[in-house]
């Protein structure tokens, strides 16, 4: 099913519709706002695809084989989280519409990291317009209250929502949803693995992360240094150039993700292999959908 446009007031009817039951039975979920960067792309224009499904306008980003792995792994990482946290259960899933505001095309990127989650859970593709206005990655082209107050709906009703965005237009989400900590690209850029949550304060707000780095996406793998125990139950969390997967294609199906707390007492520091935070242990779940 292929919803490129919805109005705001059927996304909250649509949140409960698609909503999942909480993650401890018995127990109160808290409803979160996830944002993250979209997953590796190529560095060059790539050939001229439709940005949308079905549109004429024609872009030239894309995710490279370990993104679009990458973009498979969201299902896993966010449903494990749900359960360790006690996050409610995703009901809606935004990204940047990739045709700019000016009717030009811009990137893909970020809608196509969400889309696999979207389709997974909800057999739609994530929601790029509101109010038949196109999300820019700056949010500054649409009705901000009218989104708000869809998130507001989506959490009093027990939901939860997950953007995918720009490392341009991050800082810019982070303002939209109340706090300057996600860093402006030019300066310290968002990393690939940034894994930014806002838990809503049970009014009106999301309270935001209490350091950028408080939650971070890991796999298990890792890259150099003495990682003696790729894919298996240690989920390496990476920062700079280690925040970006580099996987041999061969190993996909081994790969599977996590999002950590690096300052828990469950998480362990190491300082080999380079530019890793560390790692958290998890069970492994089988193959990564």
């Not at 872009?59 to 896993?76: R, V």
């Amino acid at each position: 099913m292929n919803l490129k446009s919805i109005s705001v007031s059927c996304v909250a009817v649509l949140a409960v519709l698609f909503m999942f039951a909480p993650s401890v039975p018995g127990a109160e979920c808290t409803p979160v706002v996830y944002a993250f960067r979209h997953a590796e792309d190529f560095d060059t224009r790539q050939p001229e695809q439709p940005c949308l499904p079905g549109s004429s306008v024609k872009c030239t980003t894309k995710l490279t084989p370990i993104g679009m792995e990458h973009a498979n792994l969201y299902l896993e990482m966010i449903s494990n989280l749900e359960n360790k946290e006690n996050f409610c259960r995703l009901a809606a899933v935004y990204a940047v519409n990739p045709i700019l505001p000016n009717g030009d095309g811009g990137t893909t990127n970020p809608y196509f990291t969400g889309d696999p989650l979207a389709n997974d859970l909800f057999d739609l593709n994530p929601y790029v317009d509101v109010l038949d206005n196109g999300i820019d990655q700056n949010l500054k082209q649409f009705d901000h209250e009218a989104l708000f107050t869809a998130l507001i709906q989506i959490a009093k009703a027990s939901g939860s929502v997950a953007f995918f965005w720009t490392s341009e237009g991050l800082h810019d989400l982070g303002i939209f949803l109340g706090t300057e900590i996600i860093p402006k690209k030019g300066g310290p850029t968002p990393p690939r693995n940034a894994a930014y949550i806002f838990r809503f304060d049970g009014t009106g707000a999301f309270l935001p992360p209490s350091k950028t780095d408080e939650f971070v996406q890991c796999f298990d793998y890792a890259k150099g240094g003495k990682a003696k125990n790729n894919f298996t139950n240690r989920f390496y969390c990476g920062r700079g150039s280690n925040s970006n997967l580099d996987v041999p294609q061969s190993d996909f199906d081994k790969l599977h993700g996590r999002i950590c707390a690096p300052g828990t007492a469950d998480f362990t520091r190491v300082t080999n292999p380079p530019d890793y935070y560390g790692y958290c242990e998890s069970p492994p779940t089988g193959a990564a959908p």
